[in-house]
């Protein structure tokens, strides 16, 4: 079955480490995207990549990496700029032009600084 | 510029009664825009979306949206609740830029359902 595939489910991380976050997808989309979810915030865009080897900042990016060397995948790092990593991310992917049909989304990861 | 608000962070309904979820929009441009559901820890799931085509779409569950102009709104609806339908409910409004869809997210509505 085709589908999006976020790991680990639930993350937890000390303060001052990186952490990666994985995100596969097999629908051969050519667009990926991160968000991060916070309690009554809905979802705000982290990074966004419509091709191979090449991404864009979303509107939250600052503390946050990407890479996009495959198609299939786009992992996130949080690294230890990001002041208040705690939340939900979620990854989707889509065609070119994520909204003008269907986006997918992965199941997420909450990742826990402790 | 866009943005997109969901009126009521909340919602509470009892089972078997209707249910209506209110969004409102602004956008410089023709939108596009979608109802996503999320249950608890879950990603999101298209319910259904309006892109420029008939004005009242339905969707999955049993739930449909009326897209008004004039109101600049896009409520989803459901005759009849179920216990199954509580969740988290996104309303989102994009437009192409550049061949790029301009996405904005509602901050989302709760809905409960009372048995």
């Known amino acids: 079955d085709g589908g999006i595939t976020q790991s680990p489910k639930y993350l937890f991380r000390k303060e001052g480490q990186n952490v990666t976050l994985s995100c596969e997808q097999n629908?051969?989309?050519?667009?990926m995207y991160w968000y991060r979810q916070d309690p009554g915030q809905g979802l705000r865009l982290i990074y966004y990549?419509?091709?191979?080897?090449?991404?864009q900042k979303g509107d939250i990016a600052e503390g946050y990496s990407v890479s996009r060397e495959k198609k299939e995948s786009f992992p996130l790092t949080v690294t230890s700029a990001q002041k208040n990593p705690t939340a939900f991310y979620l990854c989707?992917?889509?065609?070119?032009?994520?909204?003008?049909?269907?986006?997918?989304f992965g199941q997420g990861t909450r990742l826990t600084v402790v | 510029a866009q943005s997109v608000t969901q009126l009521d962070s909340h919602v509470s309904v009892s089972e078997g009664t209707p249910v209506l979820l209110r969004c409102n929009y602004s956008?410089?441009?023709?939108?596009?825009l979608f109802w996503y559901v999320q249950h608890p820890n879950k990603g999101l799931q298209l319910l259904l979306k309006?892109?420029?085509?008939?004005?009242l779409v339905k969707g999955i569950n049993g739930f449909e949206a009326e897209f008004k102009k004039s109101e600049t709104s896009f409520h989803l609806t459901k005759p009849s609740a179920h216990m199954s339908d509580a969740a988290e409910y996104f309303c989102?409004?994009?437009?192409?830029?550049?061949?790029?869809?301009?996405?904005?997210f509602g901050t989302g509505t709760k809905l409960q359902v009372i048995p």
């Open positions: 956008s410089s441009y023709s939108p596009s």
């Open positions: 309006y892109t420029s085509a008939a004005t």
């Open positions: 990549s419509q091709i191979v080897n090449d991404f």
């Open positions: 989102v409004v994009s437009f192409n830029s550049g061949g790029y869809q301009k996405v904005t």
């Open positions: 989707a992917s889509g065609g070119r032009g994520l909204f003008g049909t269907e986006a997918f």
């Open positions: 629908l051969n989309h050519d667009a």
